[in-house]
């Protein structure tokens, strides 16, 4: 008798044990804050044979891939699974910026420092195929300075707001929209170029389709009509003044 009970206590103290701790749960987000997300373990808890509802996680940090001051966030949704990864001790002091300090309160793989990865899909829903590059879908934001080696293909519309400064040559198929643009180097238009303001350029040619600018174009250089210079027919053309009046001969000169 004695045996069995204290089998039963020990018994008792190890599910009471599992109960509190906590390695790693799959969870389903519930609330997205501004920088945490409120999520609940999607398996019920079987405590002393009754069955419980997990609790829900509040204030749940997430992973980002970060270092220094560049970082990438993906956008989290209600819905969402992710998988919260519990910490071995306590995390108020971290939380408040505060490290090299002993635990506020002593805890081991507590429900209250957990850290959320996502996000995950179950089987019975649509999972993202593996791709043989890096591949992303969905919108977009970048802020600051980006650098990128190699050829770049576009397909659709680019918008463009502010200044273009291009060093080399521009290829472009299609329609080319810009607020301003400036460009050292050859650019080649196949297709219309609609410009609402400056148009700079040292070196620059167009298809038949022609191009069309409201605006000022201001032209390092010579423009070349049906092989002649625009820039030395203006500066040295004259016309016939015919005796007694009337209409001037067509333009002479280079």
Not at 25 to 37: A, L, P, Q, S
Not at 136 to 142: A, D, F, L, P
């Amino acid at each position: 008798m004695e045996q069995d009970k204290f089998i039963k206590i020990l018994e008792h103290f190890r599910q009471d044990l599992l109960f509190k701790l906590k390695c790693a749960e799959v969870c389903k987000v519930e609330r997205v804050n501004e920088k945490t997300i409120d999520c609940r373990p999607v398996v019920n808890i079987l405590f002393q044979g009754k069955e419980i509802q997990a609790p829900l996680l509040t204030q749940v940090p997430i992973f980002n891939m970060q270092g220094g001051s560049s970082y990438e966030a993906f956008p989290i949704q209600k819905g969402d699974y992710v998988l919260v990864i519990f910490a071995d001790k306590n995390t108020d002091n971290w939380t408040l910026g505060q490290d090299g300090k002993t635990q506020r309160e002593f805890r081991f793989h507590d429900i209250n420092d957990g850290f959320a990865f996502g996000c995950f899909n179950p089987n019975n829903e649509s999972r993202h195929p593996i791709p043989d590059v890096i591949y992303r879908s969905g919108e977009s934001k970048h802020d600051g300075n980006q650098e990128h080696n190699g050829n770049t293909t576009q397909k659709g519309n680019y918008a463009i707001e502010g200044n273009t400064t291009q060093k080399g040559n521009i290829t472009a198929s299609g329609t080319v929209t810009a607020s301003s643009f400036s460009a050292e180097g050859n650019t080649n238009q196949t297709g219309n170029i609609t410009a609402s303001g400056t148009v700079t350029a040292l070196s620059f040619s167009a298809a038949a389709s022609g191009a069309t600018m409201a605006g000022t174009m201001t032209l390092t250089g010579d423009i070349m009509i049906d092989g002649v210079s625009l820039k030395q027919f203006v500066s040295s053309h004259y016309h016939t003044a015919p005796s007694g009046g009337g209409n001037t001969s067509t333009p002479q000169g280079a």
